[in-house]
C-alpha cells in the first residue's frame, strides 16, 4: 500500500532532549516535506527536500533540522527540544515538485515538550 | 501568494449532495485550484485538483468558474465519513521548487445523520 509513514505517533519528552521523529514514504517521491499544525495558526513548512541530500527553511525552520540521506526517508531532528515545540507535525511526500502534483500526508506525530 | 476564502462551516444531510464554495477573486492564470481535507485526528488529504476545466475523480467533482475566480467542490453524496474540514489551497506554477502548501482555516463540513 502506497502510504506516508511516521514515527513514533505520540511522544512525550522533555526540555533539552534530543529527539528524532522518523519518516518514510514507499512511492520513490521526490519531495518530501515537514508541517506543523497548532491551534489557530494552520499547517506551516518547517523543512522540505527536492531530492536526496537537497533541502531547505521552509517558514518554520527554527530549532529544527533534517536530512535526506535515502530517497524514502526525511527524519525531522530537534536538537534541543522546547515547550513551544510541542505540536502536532506531518511529513508529506510528492511524486515530484510542481503544482500538478498531489501531496500524501503522514498520519501525524503528536509532539509535547514539558 | 494570491488568497482564498472559504465559510467557515457547513452542514450537510447525509446522503445529500455537498457543494462547498471557494473564492479567489486574485488567482493567476497559472495557478491550480487544489482541494484537500483533513478528518479528525488524521493528517490532511488530497480530494481533487484542476486549472481551468470541471475535473471529476472517484471522491469528488470540481467546477471552476469560468473567470477561475471561484471553484466549488461537490460530494455527490455526503456520509458520514465525508466529515472534515476542507481546504481550499491555490499553487502558483512560480514557486517551482518548493512545492508548500499554504492551508488557510477551511471550512469545517458537518454531516448530520
Known amino acids: 500500500e502506497a502510504q506516508v509513514t511516521q514515527n513514533p505517533r505520540y511522544l512525550i519528552t522533555v526540555t533539552g532532549k534530543k529527539l528524532t521523529v522518523t519518516c518514510s514514504q514507499n512511492?520513490?517521491?521526490?519531495?518530501m516535506s515537514w508541517y506543523r499544525q497548532d491551534p489557530g495558526l494552520g499547517l506551516r513548512q518547517i523543512y522540505y527536500?527536492?531530492?536526496?541530500?537537497?533541502?531547505d527553511k521552509g517558514d518554520v525552520p527554527e530549532g529544527y533540522k533534517v536530512s535526506r540521506k535515502e530517497k524514502r526517508n526525511f527524519p525531522l531532528i530537534l536538537e534541543s527540544p522546547s515547550p513551544n515545540q510541542t505540536s502536532l507535525y506531518f511529513c508529506?511526500?510528492?511524486?515530484?515538485?510542481?503544482?500538478?502534483?498531489?501531496?500524501?500526508f503522514g498520519p501525524g506525530t503528536r509532539l509535547t515538550v514539558t | 501568494d494570491a488568497k482564498t476564502t472559504q465559510p467557515n462551516s457547513m452542514e450537510s444531510n447525509e446522503e445529500e449532495p455537498v457543494h462547498l464554495p471557494c473564492n479567489h477573486s486574485?488567482?493567476?492564470?497559472?495557478?491550480?485550484i487544489h482541494w484537500y481535507r483533513q478528518l479528525p485526528s488524521q493528517g490532511p488529504e488530497y480530494v481533487i485538483h484542476?486549472?481551468?476545466s470541471n475535473v471529476n475523480n472517484r471522491m469528488a467533482s470540481l467546477a471552476i468558474a469560468e473567470d477561475r475566480k471561484s471553484s466549488t467542490l461537490i460530494l455527490h453524496r455526503a456520509t458520514l465519513r465525508d466529515a472534515a474540514v476542507y481546504y481550499c489551497?491555490?499553487?502558483?506554477?512560480?514557486?517551482?521548487?518548493?512545492?508548500?502548501?499554504?492551508f488557510g482555516t477551511g471550512t469545517r463540513l458537518t454531516i448530520i445523520p
Open positions: 527536500s527536492m531530492n536526496v541530500e537537497v533541502t
Open positions: 489551497i491555490l499553487r502558483p506554477t512560480t514557486n517551482f521548487g518548493n512545492e508548500k502548501l499554504t
Open positions: 512511492m520513490n517521491h521526490e519531495y
Open positions: 508529506a511526500s510528492s511524486l515530484s515538485p510542481g503544482p500538478s502534483y498531489e501531496q500524501y
Open positions: 486574485t488567482i493567476s492564470g497559472t495557478d491550480y
Open positions: 484542476g486549472l481551468t
